[in-house]
T-cell receptor, first 114, second 112 residues
Framework: GAGVSQTPSNKVTEKGKYVELRCDPI?????LYWYRQSLGQGPEFLIY????????DSGLPNDRFFAVRPEGSVSTLKIQRTERGDSAVYLC????????????FGEGSWLTVV | GENVEQHPSTLSVQEGDSAVIKCTYS??????FPWYKQELGKGPQLIID?????GEKKDQRIAVTLNKTAKHFSLHITETQPEDSAVYFC???????????FGQGTRLTINP
């Protein structure tokens, strides 16, 4: 079946602009996660949703970052007033539930802030 | 919080030889340890995982071992092939928390 789908795959934006990154999880998966991966590093946790609610947003770096999942399926990661340091690959992942199930990652959205 | 250390950062082996990548973790409450393979421009792909009630798990040429007392776990790839070349990440999390903490990655190169 279809995996985790992320759009856009690549985004170049100017410093100070607003960006939205979209994630469509595997059908039926109730848990959804956002990670950020800088070049040469492992993914770092940002936020995770169980259903529509953000169960843990402790990884969001500051209040410029926000994520929503209004209907418990598709999620959008929103970044306001982008900075060059926000440049990274933003990875979305999903799992069947939030309890002991395998986490599957999408291909990522590569964000470059110039 | 949890901290995961991964070694080596790069590893080069001859095709057909074995490769071993090691990780240590700091939080004794962690009980789920997946390994991901990441190819250039792609997302991490789960290759094997182990839970803390198991000491070893094998899937064809890939095996993972876990030592809870020492808080370390290892990935073993036997009979390596060129397509095994990639970056490998270990990770750890607590049951129900599902917040994976990743190691820094190992770039594995298989030389034909």
């Amino acid at each position: 079946g279809a995996g985790v789908s992320q759009t856009p795959s690549n985004k170049v934006t100017e410093k100070g602009k607003y960006v939205e990154l979209r994630c469509d999880p595997i059908s039926g998966h109730t848990a959804l996660y956002w990670y950020r991966q800088s070049l040469g590093q492992g993914p770092e946790f940002l936020i995770y949703f169980q259903g529509t609610g953000a169960a843990d947003d402790s990884g969001l770096p500051n209040d410029r970052f926000f994520a929503v999942r209004p209907e418990g399926s598709v999620s959008t990661l929103k970044i306001q007033r982008t900075e060059r340091g926000d440049s990274a690959v933003y990875l979305c992942a999903s799992s069947l539930t939030n309890s002991g199930n395998t986490i599957y990652f999408g291909e990522g959205s590569w964000l470059t802030v110039v | 919080g949890e901290n995961v250390e991964q070694h080596p950062s790069t590893l080069s082996v001859q095709e057909g030889d074995s490769a071993v990548i090691k990780c240590t973790y700091s939080d004794s409450a962690s009980n789920y340890f997946p390994w991901y393979k990441q190819e250039l421009g792609k997302g991490p792909q789960l290759i094997i995982d182990i839970r803390s009630n198991v000491g070893e798990k094998k899937d064809q040429r890939i095996a993972v071992t876990l030592n809870k007392t020492a808080k370390h776990f290892s990935l073993h790839i036997t009979e390596t092939q060129p397509e095994d070349s990639a970056v490998y990440f270990c990770a750890a999390s607590k049951q129900g928390a599902q917040k994976l903490v990743f190691g820094q990655g190992t770039r594995l190169t298989i030389n034909p």
